[in-house]
């Protein structure tokens, strides 16, 4: 989902940023300059320059400048054939958000006689309107499977966007936080990584540990 920064974020940046910078060079590598990502895109079948996955990946608490979702995608049909295809889908806070793109644009018909399984790997979960909007295809359809792998939560602490993550769950969505071995293969499936290997950044299995706990929290104990 688009992020939109919130004030409260924008308080945040500078401690954010003083945070990064006692790691070490973490800090040259958040201020890196990255190239221009365009505007809103659907990408099928190809893989995204290292320098997105690296900064809109990153679980980082306070997510200061990052202002697209980047949303991984495999879908596997199974009927009388098995086919499978994966790719990504980026958006912009003003587009489309990718969640929607994914439904319009990438998994335009769902055939009633077919099995789907679908997974996604976001950098950040669904926004209260596209998790409503979520649960309402998975009730509609039960022949899908979706499971979301979700780098970062967005807006977390407010009261709609965690009972969208509930109407998900409810509705049979299986939601998961990256760990490191979903950020290994993200790497290897839908980076152009150029045969450079993943290296995890220093606080990724805290930060991956400290969201878990939020989401298991918001999904079993509201």
Sequence with gaps: ?????TNEENKKVDNEKSAEGETGGEAGTENEEL????????????????PFFKFQF?????????????????????????ERS?????????????????????????????SYTIIWYVSSSPCAACASKIAEYLSKCPNVQLTI?????FMWEEAEVQQGLRQMHLAGCRLRIMKAPEY???????????????????????SSTLYEEKLNEILHHA
């Excluded at 990153?58 to 098995?82: A, P």
């Design 35 to 50: 190239p221009d990502p365009g505007p809103f895109q659907t990408i099928i079948g190809q893989r995204m320059p290292s």
């Design 184 to 206: 290994n293969y993200c790497w290897n499936t839908y980076v152009d990584n150029e045969g450079e290997a993943f290296a995890a950044w220093e606080d990724l299995h805290d």
């Design 58 to 82: 990153k679980n980082v608490e306070y997510s200061s400048g990052r202002h697209k979702t980047f949303l991984c995608y495999s879908v596997e049909k199974e009927g009388v054939d098995c």
């Design 149 to 153: 792998f979700i780098a970062r939560l």
């Design 86 to 114: 994966e790719g990504y889908v980026e958006d912009e806070h003003s587009g489309t958000h990718a969640e929607n793109a994914f439904f319009t644009d990438v998994f335009q018909e769902c055939d009633g006689s077919l």
């Design 1 to 5: 989902m688009a992020e939109k920064q």
